[in-house]
């Protein structure tokens, strides 16, 4: 498990994040197409607890980690993502045109905070391709599709809505649940659907909560909201009963970094995401929580790289997770040591399932 961090890391961590990340896609790609090469990696990465399985939404989740949204955005990678343990998987973000995204270089780590910089400006394959190629994707674990706006600043109004929605009905074909990404702040004009009438019109438009049948929505929502503008957007989305939130996504501001500020105010622009977001992220968690009375799902994200920081998150009102910083640093591992290190915190505690476990964790949280 450790050849990752001492052989792989090292040399991946070379080159520039963009060329790491597209070789390491380009690898996996190949990887997956050798079955011994795939049964080789379920060996050394798979382990199952009975404990950790669940049913959320009438799915059934073999564990609560998941990869997040911005690592596999194309779709392509998901029979890997399985096979090394990932309980679910969310695709995206895609957006209804397909997209170069924002020049490059457009990805930077910060290994002193364990955490990367992005401004990728939604790069993907375009919905109808992406949607095409998951409907031949041959995995059982759930999947979670991720939906943005087209990075377009002449895609505005009436557009717009019009763009999410293209998004959103070829999605309902393929997806176990829908997350709208309302949050990004990676496109060029700034702007995102947190605005709250925005929200309430794009839900609107989707008539999000109108159909009993189809998958469900999640909202993702970003690190950096205060408590009142959290409150405003929970209480539009919750008068539409949407299924859960996503919470968080990356962050714009750069507070408590250990990395030198000048190579900070170098990499400029773009979304903070790993450990530097970990404590925000959590709180956001529990206010949510909070908010909801605990009745909605919340997917946990933003700078889990052990069980603990994983705990940490339930103990906040997570009822899933997932990791994308933490498997750039880490390596693959990471998905069956956290699963190892909640199922033995399961077992130690006297509980015979992660519920118990979550169940308890709640009752402390004030109402």
């Not at 031949?136 to 943005?148: H, R």
Request: aromatic content about 8%.
């Amino acid at each position: 498990m450790n050849c990752y961090k001492h052989l792989i890391r090292p040399l991946l961590f070379k080159m520039e994040a963009d060329k790491a990340h597209d070789l390491t896609v380009k690898a996996i790609s190949n990887l997956i197409k050798l079955p011994w090469a795939a049964d080789i990696t379920g060996a050394l990465y798979r382990s199952d607890h009975s404990q950790l399985h669940q049913k959320i939404w009438g799915l059934n989740f073999d564990n609560p980690v998941g990869l997040a949204a911005g690592f596999d955005k194309n779709g392509t990678l998901l029979p890997f993502m399985e096979k090394i343990g990932f309980g679910f998987i969310e695709v995206g973000s895609i957006t209804a045109d397909a997209n170069s995204g924002n020049p490059l270089p457009r990805s930077f780590r910060l290994p002193d905070d364990k955490s990367l910089i992005n401004r990728l400006g939604l790069n993907n394959d375009g919905a109808k391709t992406i949607i095409k190629r998951l409907k031949k994707s041959p995995i059982s674990i759930p999947m979670g599709v991720n939906i943005a706006k087209t990075h377009d600043p002449n895609i505005m109004g009436q557009k717009a809505l019009d763009d999410y929605k293209f998004s959103y009905d070829l999605a309902l074909k393929v997806a176990d649940y829908i997350t709208l990404n309302v949050s990004c702040p990676n496109t060029t004009e700034g702007k995102t659907f947190e605005d709250v009438e925005a929200l309430n019109q794009l839900l609107g438009h989707l008539e999000i909560g109108k159909d009993a049948s189809s998958p469900p929505v999640l909202i993702k929502l970003s690190v950096d909201l205060t408590p009142v503008h959290l409150h405003e957007i929970l209480d539009v989305c919750e008068s539409f009963a949407v299924n859960g939130y996503v919470a968080t996504n990356t962050s714009s501001k750069r507070i408590g970094l250990k990395t030198a500020p000048d190579t900070v105010e170098r990499i400029g622009a773009g979304g903070l995401s790993g450990a530097a977001i970990k404590d925000q992220s959590t709180k956001i968690i529990e206010q949510i929580y909070q908010h909801t009375k605990g009745e909605k799902t919340i997917i946990g994200v933003g700078g889990i790289f052990t069980a603990e920081d994983a705990l940490d998150k339930i103990r906040a009102g997570a009822d899933l997770l997932q990791i994308y910083t933490g498997m750039i640093y880490e390596g693959p591992g990471i998905v069956k040591s956290i699963n190892e290190g909640i199922a033995e915190y399961v077992r130690e505690n006297g509980f015979d399932h992660i519920y118990q476990l979550r169940k308890k964790f709640k009752e402390k949280v004030p109402g």
